[in-house]
């Protein structure tokens, strides 16, 4: 069975904090994605990225990063020198290859940055 | 880069109704998802819509309840049939994007909220 997990429920910083958001997955497929989501209070869903299961790369894009481990089965983001804007619910979610569409997404992560 | 939009943003139905929900998209795609959203809640992947073809619906998800229609390469709808209280929720469309970065596009949602 292929599933998404993200323990931390809440989390609540202070601005200018780093902080990490853990997702970890199970999956039995050798090829698969993953992929970060931000949705915001307006509700829409925000594509952060997506990475391929023979792309082990760190990726940083500006303040997010991204640290991918395939012996852990773990994907996880940072967020560096936290805003408020940053405040959101964040998913984490896996797609099998044969059927890229379709995300399995974990229970997700309400971030709150307070100034 | 793909820009959806979905009609209607939100309803307020009466139980025992249907409501039909319009995706749109601005350029040609294979495979449209349908997604649902529970309050406080992850994504569900409802269905699969390929055009040309009946959609393949997922675990817990049957026709009768939310038929979809796929007439063209740009559209599909999704309908919420006979609701109940429990069918409250945001609905998604989604759609793979083109290109190097394969993004996984989602619309605004349909937020449903039933009586």
């Known amino acids: 069975a292929q599933k998404v997990t993200q323990a931390q429920t809440e989390i609540s910083v202070v601005e200018k904090e780093d902080v990490t958001l853990d997702c970890v997955y199970e999956?039995?497929?050798?090829?698969?994605?993953l992929f970060w989501y931000k949705q915001p209070p307006s509700g829409e869903l925000v594509f952060l990225i997506r990475?391929?299961?023979?792309?082990?790369q760190n990726e940083i894009s500006g303040r997010y990063s991204w640290n991918f481990q395939k012996s852990t089965s773990s994907f996880n983001f940072t967020i560096t020198a936290s805003q408020v804007v940053d405040s959101a619910v964040y998913f984490c979610?896996?797609?099998?290859?044969?059927?890229?569409?379709?995300?399995?997404f974990g229970q997700g992560t309400t971030l709150q940055v307070k100034p | 880069s793909a820009v959806i939009s979905q009609k209607p943003s939100r309803d307020i139905c009466q139980r025992g109704t249907s409501l039909t929900i319009q995706c749109q998209v601005d350029?040609?795609?294979?495979?449209m998802f349908w997604y649902r959203q529970q309050p406080g809640q992850s994504l569900t992947l409802i269905a699969t819509?390929?055009?040309?073809?009946?959609?393949?619906?997922e675990s817990g998800f049957v026709i009768d309840k939310f038929p979809i229609s796929r007439p063209n390469l740009t559209f599909s709808t999704l309908t919420v049939s006979n609701m109940s209280p429990e069918d409250s929720s945001i609905y998604l469309c989604?759609?793979?994007?083109?290109?190097?970065?394969?993004?996984?596009?989602f619309g605004p949602g349909t937020r449903l909220t039933v009586t």
């Open positions: 989604s759609v793979e994007g083109t290109g190097s970065t394969y993004e996984q596009y």
């Open positions: 999956t039995r497929d050798t090829t698969y994605y």
């Open positions: 990475r391929n299961s023979f792309d082990e």
């Open positions: 979610a896996l797609s099998p290859s044969s059927n890229t569409g379709k995300l399995i």
């Open positions: 350029s040609q795609v294979t495979m």
């Open positions: 819509a390929n055009q040309g073809s009946e959609a393949t619906y």
